[in-house]
T-cell receptor, first 114, second 116 residues
Framework: AQSVTQLGSHVSVSEGALVLLRCNYSSSVPPYLFWYVQYPNQGLQLLLK??????LVKGINGFEAEFKKSETSFHLTKPSAHMSDAAEYFCAVSLKTSYDKVIFGPGTSLSVIP | ETGVTQSPTHLIKTRGQQVTLRCSSQSGHNTVSWYQQALGQGPQFIFQ???????GRGNFPPRFSGLQFPNYSSELNVNALELDDSALYLC???????????????FGPGTRLTVL
């Protein structure tokens, strides 16, 4: 069975500091991997996706993630945190079967301290 | 291009009642998926509809059912509501072109359901 774990339910960083949100997945076959962001009282917005092309994926708002097969990881980073980055972040995995099913991790709440 | 919309925004029901949530897919999309997001958790896959038929389902009981209409709008119906059904319900639309490749899902803002 496929699953996603996110280390740290809450992460706090200072404005301007590095953001690192951790994600590990389990999958029997190479998956598609995603990071979504959710702002309060809003739906999910796709930050970036890995679909078996380049292992370093660049997304919106300065975020990027690196797919490491040997570590089954897909950590999300941003060099310099901004106040507007405060939100809930979800790592997700999808396998291409007869239908698209996205499995989400439990989420990490990011706080940015001024 | 119109994005994914959902209605209503908020809904309050009592235990045992039935509820219908609605979703309008993004233009050109032929697939809709529904997710349940309990407070403080990640979304959980309920089911997916493709060309008006259910083509995938998560671990949800039969009292969760759905419909997809020819215009690709969709409904999620939940019968015999339980307190644990209180959650944010998200729909996502995509264009399914075949059985290989990746089909990005675009999410709506969700419907917040409270069961008292």
């Amino acid at each position: 069975a496929q699953s996603v774990t996110q280390l740290g339910s809450h992460v706090s960083v200072s404005e301007g500091a590095l953001v690192l949100l951790r994600c590990n997945y389990s999958s029997s076959v190479p998956p598609y991997l995603f990071w979504y962001v959710q702002y309060p009282n809003q739906g999910l917005q796709l930050l970036l996706k890995y679909t078996s092309a380049a292992t370093l994926v660049k997304g919106i708002n300065g975020f990027e993630a690196e797919f490491k097969k040997s570590e089954t990881s897909f950590h999300l980073t941003k060099p310099s945190a901004h106040m507007s980055d405060a939100a809930e972040y979800f790592c997700a995995v999808s396998l291409k079967t007869s239908y698209d099913k996205v499995i989400f991790g439990p989420g990490t709440s990011l706080s940015v301290i001024p | 291009e119109t994005g994914v919309t959902q209605s209503p925004t908020h809904l309050i029901k009592t235990r045992g009642q039935q509820v219908t949530l609605r979703c309008s897919s993004q233009s050109g999309h032929n697939t809709v998926s529904w997710y349940q997001q309990a407070l403080g958790q990640g979304p959980q896959f309920i089911f997916q509809y493709y060309r008006e038929e259910e083509n995938g389902r998560g671990n949800f009981p039969p009292r969760f059912s759905g419909l997809q209409f020819p215009n690709y709008s969709s409904e999620l119906n939940v019968n015999a509501l339980e307190l644990d059904d209180s959650a944010l319900y998200l729909c996502a639309s995509s264009y399914l072109a075949g059985t290989s490749g990746y089909n990005e899902q675009f999410f709506g803002p969700g419907t917040r359901l409270t069961v008292l």
